[in-house]
């Protein structure tokens, strides 16, 4: 069964921390993306990159970075945790063709005190 | 700009009533158009899908959604819920974009489903 895994499923950092949440796909997907879910607000795209070492912000990329260093790994960086950035976050692999769905991983929720 | 609402937040339901769920598009642009559901504590699963041809899109667990391009909406449906389908519900927009020739969904705010017995 093919699988978009984060290694973390709960993440509790400190405000001012640097954090890494990782993400690895299985499926040789050239498209990945780190989505926010918080509750009346759906997703919302923070970063996507297209190919290794590419990458293109989303709608809200301020306070965060990525790294795409392989084609299946997908990392989101948060430089310096803050308090609103507590939120569920979601990782998604799919190929640049017409149709073709997404596939998530199961997310990490963060929570920055 | 491509936009999606999702006009009802949370649907209440009981079990083996009908069920609606409403979304609606903005593109200028031919669209693509998505459902996913989220089970609680799980990823998003696609539902189906719209790319062209037939308005009527039949997907998994006995949904369906119909396009329709006049009124711009892609609503959900299923005639009888069961309590399994609870669940957060999505609808999402498909554009392609110049980097990569990638296509990139943008999601409406959800929809809960809350089916009671």
């Known amino acids: 069964d093919v699988k978009v895994t984060q290694s973390s499923r709960y993440l509790v950092k400190r405000t001012g921390e640097k954090v890494f949440l990782e993400c690895v796909q299985d499926m040789d997907h050239e498209n990945m993306f780190w989505y926010r879910q918080d509750p009346g607000l759906g997703l919302r795209l923070i970063y996507f990159s297209y190919d290794v070492k590419m990458k293109e912000k989303g709608d809200i990329p301020e306070g965060y970075s990525v790294s795409r260093e392989k084609k299946e790994r997908f990392s989101l960086i948060l430089e310096s945790a803050s308090t609103n950035q507590t939120s569920m976050y979601l990782c998604a692999s799919s190929r640049p063709i017409q149709g073709y769905g997404y596939t998530f991983g199961s997310g990490t929720r963060l929570t920055v005190v | 700009a491509q936009s999606v609402t999702q006009l009802d937040s949370q649907v209440p339901v009981f079990e083996e009533a009908p069920v609606e769920l409403r979304c609606n598009y903005s593109?200028?642009?031919?669209?693509?158009l998505f459902w996913y559901v989220q089970y609680p504590n799980q990823g998003l699963q696609l539902l189906l899908k719209y790319l062209s041809g037939s308005t009527l899109v039949k997907g998994i667990n006995g949904f369906e959604a119909e396009f329709n391009k006049s009124q711009t909406s892609f609503h959900l449906r299923k005639p009888s819920v069961h309590i399994s389908d609870t669940a957060e519900y999505f609808c999402a927009v498909i554009k392609q974009i110049a980097s990569g020739g990638s296509y990139i969904p943008t999601f409406g705010r959800g929809t809960s489903l809350i089916v009671h017995p």
């Open positions: 593109s200028s642009v031919s669209v693509y």
